[in-house]
């Protein structure tokens, strides 16, 4: 955990029994209908087509020698698709959420290993910072800026004022970054934060591990097709990063129409270090869900079009978010607290296009 961590205080009594009245209602629809909390056996045939269709377009490049055109679109289709395996599958079992069982858990949570990127860095980046403090300036990692991109309110620069413009492309290159450097960044930032309170010897083995699966990585991408199937080096290199362009462009767009989106708040803790509302409330004001009935999109995106569900119950499979939305959005009513959505897709991406643009046009510092 961080140093000095935010706390959410709840001063509203008569919004105080929320959490405990909806997690009530949550729990009772699970116990009535019989079902468990976890993936059924949707989940699983969305798993083996997801990594199917992450791995099969590779193979046929390598072992069939695809003309130069359709190797290119064949890395895209596998970009494509490690987008679904991190949103649907490496997500939900880094959770906890897809199986009761621990150990199917930790194996697919480790598909997240096979797309480049440390399952352990992930869990202190994604699980506890930004579940706990989702939209806190300097506490949730996943809305700091990004190189030219701002995604707070604040300290904007003249480029900023065009952030809405050329903020597609830089999304698209994110996951080549996380791939080449931001696990071995995060890992020493972690580390003098006090996010991460391993002891030096266990943070050696854990950067060792994270340099063999880089390396296992980066071999099977790079060496085996070039050194022993023979594909052309270039091919490699720029199917690699249209891969990674497609994945990139794909991963970043879905997170942002959650929380960077006009509905969203980012709230600033008080002097005394706290939230004035309850974790709960909070993650209601910070989280935006999208296109709820479009069942297409929900089973591409793992379910995080239904994001306030998620943040409220990370711990559900999100094959049941449709059923327990209706719950969420009842209860919240019922309770005086807002529910955020926009209607579809469309609707989601013109309010982050809005948000980038009034981002880009603040003078003023925290």
Request: proline share 4%; charged share 15%; net charge positive.
């Amino acid at each position: 955990m961080a140093r000095n961590p935010v706390k959410f205080v709840e001063n509203d009594p008569a919004k105080a029994a929320f959490f405990n009245t909806l997690r009530g209602r949550v729990n009772d629809y699970f116990t009535d209908n019989h079902i468990s909390k976890y993936g059924n056996g949707a989940m699983i045939w969305k798993t083996i087509i997801l990594l199917l269709g992450y791995t099969l377009p590779i193979a046929a490049i390598v072992l069939l020698h695809t003309p130069f055109g359709i190797s290119l679109l064949l890395w895209a289709v596998t970009g494509i698709f490690m987008a679904g395996v991190g949103m649907s599958v490496m997500h939900d079992a880094n959770h906890g959420a897809y199986s009761s069982n621990a150990t199917i858990n930790y194996l697919l949570g480790h598909t997240l290993s096979l797309c480049g990127g440390s399952v352990f860095n992930w869990k202190l980046q994604h699980n506890i910072l930004h579940h706990t403090y989702t939209n806190i300036v300097h506490m949730d990692d996943d809305i700091q800026d990004r190189l030219v991109l701002r995604f707070l309110a604040y300290r904007s620069k003249w480029y900023h004022k065009f952030q809405f413009v050329y903020a597609f492309l830089f999304y698209g290159v994110l996951t080549l970054y996380w791939v080449l450097l931001k696990d071995f960044i995060l890992h020493y930032s972690y580390i003098k934060r006090g996010v991460n309170s391993r002891s030096k010897k266990e943070n050696a083995i854990i950067l060792t591990r994270i340099i063999v699966m880089k390396a296992f990585y980066f071999t099977l991408f790079f060496l085996i097709p070039i050194l022993v199937f023979h594909v052309p080096t270039v091919e490699i290199i720029l199917g690699f990063l249209v891969m990674q362009f497609m994945a990139g462009l794909i991963l970043t767009v879905v997170f942002q129409l959650a929380h960077t989106v006009d509905e969203t708040t980012h709230p600033l803790p008080s002097d005394a270090n706290t939230i004035e509302n309850s974790w709960a409330i909070h993650q209601l004001n910070t989280t935006v869900n999208f296109s709820r009935k479009n069942k297409i999109l929900s089973w591409y995106v793992g379910g995080l079009n239904f994001q306030v569900e998620h943040h409220l119950f990370p711990g559900i499979c999100h094959i049941h978010y449709p059923e327990i939305a209706p719950i969420v959005k009842a209860t919240a009513e019922e309770f005086g607290i807002p529910y955020l959505e926009n209607p579809t897709f469309a609707d989601a991406l013109r309010s982050h296009v809005r948000a980038l643009k009034r981002f880009g046009h603040v003078e003023a510092a925290f």
